[in-house]
């Protein structure tokens, strides 16, 4: 399961965070996880419940925030958000679709003191 | 109540006495640092003018099978090496050896997929720099190493006859980011109801545009059409060899 590499690698860059601010407590973490970016939530949040233990993230709170697909066809210009990573617009059935998001695997923010 | 003091605090905020934490907008990858040792190897591939392809697939699909195939003919012409990620021994490696040619095995021991940093160690025991190809055969797995930058070139990701025909849906990830999608053991299809157009129908829906190869290392059906990709695809690396 990658999402325990995942945990590990959030983990590593929150402890290097507070090196850098001069802080030594993650109060809260936000998280922004695409659809599509090959992590699944829930095993991340499983593999974190571990991460976490006995490091300064052990008390944070943690905001896991799902990012949906944007996607936008090149053709029509219609734009659709979805969990479902079809490539085929469903106005025009052009396959020439930008993906505006969802791919994210973000650290988007954290608070520290 | 707190077990110790006999105090209230202990249903209130961990951080209650410190009202005032700093936030840090971040928005940083979290595979930052993967993506800065993929990032050092994709120039160390770029500057050696090595093709550095990551191969792809569920297990048994036929990665060791096509290297076993593809080095001994490529090496005629290029000096090649493969490296093998795999859980547990180093059979894989041993295969390609036993071709002749080069192949350093990766042992990820509980790791589902091979990432920069694997790749970054060997490199500096298998690689001297002098190589035109670089195979990394990847751990056999649809999900997890389609999430890793290596600092490869391309992505190829195999899919055999045997297998679903719309794998590519299930596992959009892997097959929207291929460069290459090779169908392998077509030798098989006369036994089976594989439906090629289905499978086609899928992977238009998660990669509209990528090659497809149909191939057999045991009847050559689409071999020579997969040399001349990777003959290709080397010239666009080294364009006045």
């Known amino acids: 399961m990658h999402e325990l590499s995942i945990a590990h690698e959030i983990v590593a860059t929150t402890k290097a965070q507070l090196r850098i601010h001069n802080k030594t407590e993650i109060c809260s973490l936000d998280l922004k996880i695409g659809v599509m970016s090959g992590v699944v939530i829930e095993c991340l949040k499983f593999a974190m419940d571990d991460a976490i233990q006995e490091t300064p993230l052990q008390n944070a709170t943690i905001n896991y925030h799902k990012v949906l697909l944007r996607l936008q066809c090149q053709d029509c210009n219609e734009v659709r958000i979805t969990e479902d990573f079809i490539l085929v617009c469903e106005h025009c059935a052009s396959q020439r679709i930008n993906v505006l998001a969802g791919k994210e695997l973000l650290i988007d923010k954290m608070e520290m003191q | 109540m707190c077990q110790d003091c006999g105090c209230d605090t202990a249903n209130a905020s961990f951080f209650e006495s410190n009202p005032n934490p700093e936030t840090i907008h971040l928005?940083?990858?979290?595979?930052?640092?993967?993506?800065?040792?993929?990032?050092?190897?994709?120039?160390?591939?770029?500057?050696?003018?090595?093709?550095?392809?990551?191969?792809?697939?569920?297990?048994?699909?036929?990665?060791?099978?096509?290297?076993?195939?593809?080095l001994p003919l490529m090496n005629k012409e290029y000096e090649c090496v493969a490296?093998?990620?795999?859980?547990?021994?180093?059979?894989?490696?041993?295969?390609?050896?036993?071709?002749?040619?080069?192949?350093?095995?990766?042992?990820t021991h509980s790791s589902c997929h091979l990432d920069a940093s694997m790749v970054e160690k060997t490199l500096k025991d298998s690689i001297n720099g002098s190589e035109d190809f670089l195979f990394i055969e990847n751990v056999g797995n649809l999900v997890c190493p389609s999430a890793f930058d290596l600092g490869e070139r391309l992505r190829i990701a195999l899919i055999s006859v045997t297998e679903g025909e719309d794998k590519p849906e299930k596992y959009p990830v892997l097959f929207h980011k291929a460069d290459l999608v090779v169908i392998t053991k077509?030798?098989?299809?006369?036994?089976?109801?594989?439906?090629?157009?289905?499978?086609?129908?899928?992977?238009?829906?998660?990669?509209?545009?990528?090659?497809?190869?149909?191939?057999?290392?045991?009847?050559?059906?689409?071999?020579?059409?997969?040399?001349?990709?990777?003959?290709?695809?080397?010239?666009?690396?080294?364009?006045c060899v």
């Open chain 2, 83 to 107: 490296l093998i990620g795999d859980q547990q021994t180093e059979n894989d490696a041993q295969r390609i050896k036993a071709t002749g040619c080069r192949a350093y095995q990766i042992s």
């Open chain 2, 27 to 70: 928005s940083e990858s979290i595979l930052k640092r993967n993506d800065d040792i993929a990032h050092h190897n994709w120039h160390w591939f770029d500057d050696n003018k090595i093709l550095a392809m990551n191969i792809m697939s569920s297990p048994g699909s036929g990665k060791t099978s096509l290297l076993e195939y593809t």
């Open chain 2, 186 to 239: 077509t030798d098989l299809m006369p036994y089976l109801d594989w439906d090629k157009e289905k499978f086609l129908n899928s992977l238009r829906k998660v990669n509209p545009k990528v090659k497809t190869i149909f191939l057999s290392t045991k009847t050559e059906e689409g071999t020579q059409e997969w040399l001349d990709w990777l003959n290709k695809k080397h010239k666009e690396v080294v364009p």
